[in-house]
C-alpha cells in the first residue's frame, strides 16, 4: 500500500505486484495466491489505479481474471500455448513478456496465440535476454523496441528491473528504452528492498523511482516531438 500510494501520486496508472511469482528454486516465496490479489484490489481501491499481475498457470489466470485489470504471462511462460490460448479467451488487455531466449518472430507468434482466440488487447515486454553478459543478469536486447514497432501495431514496453536485477542499473537502461521509443516501463519499486521477499536488489527506492518517472516523462517528450516531425516532415516532402 505504500508503494502504491507512491506510484499515484506520480501519476502512473497502473500498478503491478505479483501474487502468483515464478521462482526459479521450488523453495523460495511463491507468493500470496489469492490473498496477494485482493491486496492489490484494495490497492486500486484505496489510489484510483489499475492492477497488473501474472497468471502462472491456468488455474491462476481463472483467479487473475477476476481480480485484475491486466493479465501478465511471464516470461518462462511465453511459449506456454494452453496458457496464451486461455489469456486469449479472456476480456481483459494481456502483458506478454518476452522469452528470455526467442527471437522477435517467436514473440510476435506467441501474441498471435492470444489474438487467435479474439483477446486483441495485447501488450509487448522486452526484459532481457539470455547472453554470454555476466555484468547484467539479462541484457536487455532495446533493439527490439523499434524492431517490434516496426513489425507490429501492438504497444512494447520494458523492464530494466528483470532485464539487469540490479537497482544502479535500472534507471539509464529505462532511459535509453524510452528514448529508444518504448511506449511504457514497468520497474520493480520497494520501501525496504532489503526486506522484499522476492527481486530486493532490483527495486527502485521511492525517490529513485520518483526522480526515473520525471526523466521518463522528459526524454518522451522529446522523443514525440521528434516523431511529430519526422511524419510533418514526410508530409512536405
Ligand atoms: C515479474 O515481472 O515479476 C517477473 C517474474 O518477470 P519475468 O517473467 O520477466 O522474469
Ligand atoms: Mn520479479
Known amino acids: 500500500m505504500l508503494t502504491a500510494e507512491v ?3 506520480t501519476g502512473c496508472k497502473w500498478f503491478r505486484g505479483g501474487a502468483f511469482k ?3 528454486s521450488p523453495y523460495a516465496f511463491q507468493g500470496l495466491a489469492e490473498e496477494g490479489l485482493k491486496i492489490l484490489s484494495d490497492a486500486r481501491d ?3 489505479l489499475r492492477i497488473v499481475t501474472e497468471a502462472v498457470d491456468e488455474p491462476a489466470l481463472d483467479l487473475v481474471e477476476k481480480y485484475a485489470d491486466v493479465i501478465q504471462i511471464g516470461t518462462r511462460n511465453m511459449q506456454n500455448f494452453s496458457l496464451l490460448k486461455r489469456a486469449g479467451q479472456a476480456r481483459k488487455p494481456v502483458l506478454l513478456k518476452r522469452g528470455m ?4 518472430e517467436e514473440f510476435l507468434l506467441a501474441a498471435e496465440y492470444i489474438m487467435s482466440e479474439g483477446n486483441y488487447q495485447v501488450i509487448l515486454c522486452e526484459r532481457g535476454v539470455r547472453t554470454f553478459g555476466d555484468h547484467s543478469r539479462f541484457t536487455p536486447d532495446l533493439s527490439v523496441i523499434p524492431a517490434a514497432q516496426r513489425l507490429s501495431h501492438l504497444p512494447i514496453v520494458f523492464d530494466p528491473s528483470h532485464s539487469t536485477g540490479n537497482r544502479e542499473t535500472v ?3 529505462a532511459r535509453a528504452a524510452v528514448a529508444a521509443g518504448a511506449d511504457g516501463l514497468l520497474v520493480d519499486v520497494h520501501p525496504y528492498p532489503e526486506r ?3 527481486d530486493g536488489p532490483q527495486a527502485l527506492l521511492f525517490d529513485m523511482f520518483r526522480d526515473l518517472v520525471a526523466q521518463a516523462r522528459a526524454i518522451a517528450e522529446i522523443v514525440k516531438q521528434h516523431s511529430e516531425a519526422h511524419i ?3 508530409a512536405v516532402e
Do not use: K, Y
Open 7 to 9: 506510484v499515484a501520486e
Open 46 to 48: 484505496a489510489f484510483g
Open 22 to 24: 515464478p521462482r526459479t
Open 101 to 104: 531466449s526467442s527471437t522477435l
Open 232 to 234: 510533418i516532415g514526410a
Open 171 to 173: 534507471i539509464p537502461m
Open 196 to 198: 522484499a521477499l522476492c
